[in-house]
């Protein structure tokens, strides 16, 4: 279990293994965390079956363009346990060019609820469950 990401967010337990969880409301519209120094790659480092690595857009020879996993023991690393949902509560506002993101909460977030991305709103080739 990760604690205390600026006291706002904990990795722990879930149904899909780890998630990232709320430590306390966060209002709809709120930053809750900026990620500088984003790694934006074209051959991620994360295994297929991982899954980290989000696709972002493509570049100008048509490849793959993917913001990459979060190494661990970095001050990011929780950025590489938000689920997936199609009713998601929360969204990266991602600026490749300037290599960061923020991650806003798209509705009011309760204390100790999980946090959910829907992966297919950044790229329609992201690998989603279900």
Same mark, same amino acid.
């Given at each position: 279990?990760?604690?205390?990401?600026?006291?706002?967010?904990?990795? &722990?337990?879930?149904? /899909?293994? +780890?998630?990232?969880?709320?430590? &306390?409301? %966060?209002?709809?519209?709120?930053?809750?965390? $900026?990620?500088?120094? %984003?790694?934006?790659?074209?051959?991620?480092?994360?295994?297929? *079956?991982?899954?980290?690595? +989000? %696709?972002?857009?493509? @570049?100008? &020879?048509?490849?793959?363009?993917? *913001?990459?996993? !979060? !190494? $661990?023991?970095?001050?990011?690393? *929780?950025? @590489?346990?938000?689920?997936?949902?199609?009713?998601? @509560?929360?969204?990266?506002?991602?600026?490749?060019?300037?290599?960061? !993101? &923020?991650?806003?909460?798209?509705?009011? %977030?309760?204390?100790?609820?999980? +946090?959910? +991305? /829907?992966?297919?709103?950044?790229?329609?080739? @992201? *690998?989603?469950?279900?």
């Amino acid at each position: 279990m990760t604690e205390g990401v600026e006291g706002l967010l904990e990795v &722990r337990e879930c149904p /899909n293994g +780890l998630g990232v969880f709320a430590l &306390r409301g %966060i209002r709809a519209g709120s930053v809750i965390m $900026e990620i500088d120094d %984003i790694v934006i790659t074209t051959t991620p480092k994360s295994p297929p *079956w991982k899954r980290w690595a +989000l %696709i972002v857009g493509s @570049n100008p &020879r048509g490849e793959h363009v993917f *913001w990459d996993e !979060a !190494a $661990e023991g970095s001050g990011d690393y *929780w950025s @590489n346990f938000l689920d997936h949902s199609e009713e998601a @509560n929360v969204r990266f506002e991602i600026d490749t060019v300037k290599r960061s !993101a &923020r991650l806003v909460a798209t509705r009011r %977030i309760e204390a100790g609820e999980e +946090l959910f +991305l /829907n992966y297919k709103e950044y790229h329609a080739d @992201n *690998w989603a469950p279900g």
